[in-house]
């Protein structure tokens, strides 16, 4: 399929294409086509170049040695999370604590700062939108410490019901963990009204950042948030980069999340303390690589702009739904593309979404099918599965067009 | 390889006109089980006479391939003794594992299941109603979930 002249509000996304190696490759004899960013974005040359690089030229322990290779790859480890910091708009770079992404840094939390700090009767509040490692890292803090957990339910549209929210937070509520963007439903949550509501009774806010983070211009100041957890391999970077975001009172007073090398200050037969934050939480041998190119996944993005990529998402999504609609799919989630993002679930002709995947495949186009790790938004509206089309910066409306194609092959193939 | 590998006619006229898709009355044996992956769920009803499965019968949803997976199993192993239909599970499961080049004679309708080895996560979805029949057999029943990884 050739790329037409796609100029998006800012994003000349026929050029950028070409950073992207693995947009060159053909699945059955077709150009891919691959709609499943969502569940890990592609990687630019840039990316991919960086983490080489770091193998080929400055490969050594970070925080280690005393010679000059270790202290490049201290330097360059140091001026990755120095970029996490500025991405979100952190006050330091201290605040930023590397991790392997989103699952890890919520798991922390629910470590460090939920078993240290909650007890019997308190109340963790979710969602009925949020990711599955948004629930049950908190279904095990709240069976260790008799926490019991509350979510918000969900309306018809696939936004949070916030009508019975004053019911919802109370004075037991110690944490909100919120998605910033639902993988599912693609809905982007009022976060800045959730977090006014849930310091107003002294709640701390978590915000899954999962798909928030790679889609959209993300302030942590002006949002308030007490965490923002970030997966680097959803926003160009390689796998198992990432890190969660804490405000410095929260990481000093939390306890130590995994023990080992690095993590300590000095360490004595019977106890040990703490190294500084964020050091605290990063033991042993951390993924210097893959943070070293989530650096270079960030230059790429803020070279883009937030602003432009955000543009763009929001067009594709509103053009991709109106296609979808056209075509007779049932989309779940808002559908005005100012409160959601790029990841559209829909459900067509009855086809199961099993079927549909494993059909689009065969035209080259790469889309998921499942429950997403969103088994209760799946139960909320009454489908076994869903299938997922989720868009990035590389993805144009031809592609989109193509998606709908290859539905409607599928469509006949069952229908015929 | 084409897409008629997999859906073959057999897997969509199964799917679509799936046989013996009904509760049998007075089934001593009956087992459920779904997938939570992908949603697909199977309930398997057995009427045993004489040592031989007389009326086998299923209830279900879920994809193309759990179902007429389920529909063809229905046809394939009515009217065996046990020993055959476990026979039958082995051969089936050997096929979807790659292990086992069907041949027609054996296999017959089911041949059209072997295109599913391709597609590695859908293997359980094809597998998923001899599971349940091969539980439902051994007597357990209720067996919820149990295919997940």
Not at chain 1, 174 to 185: I, R
Request: glycine fraction near 10%.
């Amino acid at each position: 399929m050739a790329v037409t002249e796609q100029r998006s509000a800012g994003l000349d996304v026929a050029r950028l294409r070409a950073d992207f190696p693995i947009l060159e490759r053909t699945v059955n004899g077709r150009p891919l086509v691959y709609l499943d960013s969502a569940a890990t974005s592609q990687k630019p040359r840039q990316v991919i170049d960086a983490e080489a690089d770091f193998y080929a030229n400055h490969n050594a322990n970070a925080h280690r040695g005393l010679y000059q290779l270790a202290e490049e790859a201290t330097e360059l480890y140091e001026a990755a999370r120095g970029d996490l910091a500025r991405f979100i708009g952190a006050p330091a770079p201290e605040t930023i604590v590397f991790t392997r992404g989103t699952t890890e840094s919520t798991n922390l939390v629910a470590h460090a700062w939920a078993r240290r700090f909650l007890t019997e009767g308190d109340e963790i509040l979710l969602t009925d939108m949020e990711h599955h490692s948004n629930i049950v890292p908190w279904q095990l803090a709240a069976r260790d410490t008799g926490a019991t957990l509350h979510y918000i339910p969900l309306t018809d549209d696939g936004l949070l019901d916030l009508s019975d929210l004053g019911s919802l937070l109370t004075e037991r509520t110690k944490l909100l963990a919120v998605t910033g963007m639902s993988n599912s439903l693609g809905t982007l949550p009022p976060l800045r009204q959730l977090t006014e509501a849930a310091h107003a009774i002294g709640a701390l806010v978590l915000v899954d950042g999962a798909q928030l983070v790679p889609h959209v211009p993300v302030d942590v100041v002006a949002l308030d948030v007490d965490f923002l957890t970030i997966s680097g391999h959803k926003m160009l970077g390689p796998t198992a980069s990432g890190g969660l975001y804490g405000k410095a009172e929260h990481l000093e007073a939390m306890d130590a999340f995994l023990g080992g090398g690095h993590m300590i200050e000095e360490v004595f037969h019977d106890h040990s303390t703490w190294n500084a934050v964020p050091y605290k939480f990063e033991a042993g041998t951390m993924n210097i690589a893959q943070e070293v190119g989530l650096g270079a996944a960030i230059d790429y993005l803020e070279a883009l702009g937030m602003d432009a990529v955000r543009a763009h998402e929001e067009e594709i999504t509103a053009y991709a739904i109106g296609r979808l609609t056209e075509a007779g799919a049932r989309v779940f989630g808002p559908t005005d593309t100012s409160i959601r993002g790029g990841a559209v679930s829909f459900w067509y002709r009855d086809v199961h979404p099993h079927d549909l995947a494993t059909i689009l495949n065969e035209e080259g186009v790469a889309i998921r099918a499942g429950h997403h790790c969103n088994q209760l938004v799946m139960r909320r509206f009454g489908v076994p599965a869903t299938a997922r089309a989720s868009f990035y910066v590389y993805n144009t409306n031809d592609e989109v067009d193509a998606l709908v194609e290859a539905l409607a092959k599928a469509g006949d193939m069952f229908d015929g | 390889m084409a897409l008629d590998d997999i859906y073959k006619e057999v897997i969509l006229d199964h799917y679509k006109s799936p046989r013996n898709k009904r509760e049998v009355p007075g089934a001593e044996l009956t087992c459920s089980k779904n997938n939570p992956l992908c949603g697909d769920e199977i309930t398997v009803f057995v009427h045993e006479e004489d040592g031989k499965l007389v009326e086998v019968g299923f209830l279900g949803q879920g994809c193309s391939i759990s179902q007429s997976s389920a529909s063809m199993m229905t046809e394939a192993v009515s009217g065996a003794t046990r020993e055959e239909a476990g026979e039958m599970i082995g051969r089936i499961r050997g096929m979807m594992a790659g292990e086992v080049e069907p041949d027609e004679d054996a296999f017959g309708e089911l041949v059209a299941l072997k295109g599913v080895v391709k597609y590695p996560v859908r293997i359980k979805c094809a597998v998923l109603p001899w599971d349940v029949l091969q539980e439902a057999l051994a007597g357990k029943g209720e067996a919820e979930g149990s295919a997940a990884h």
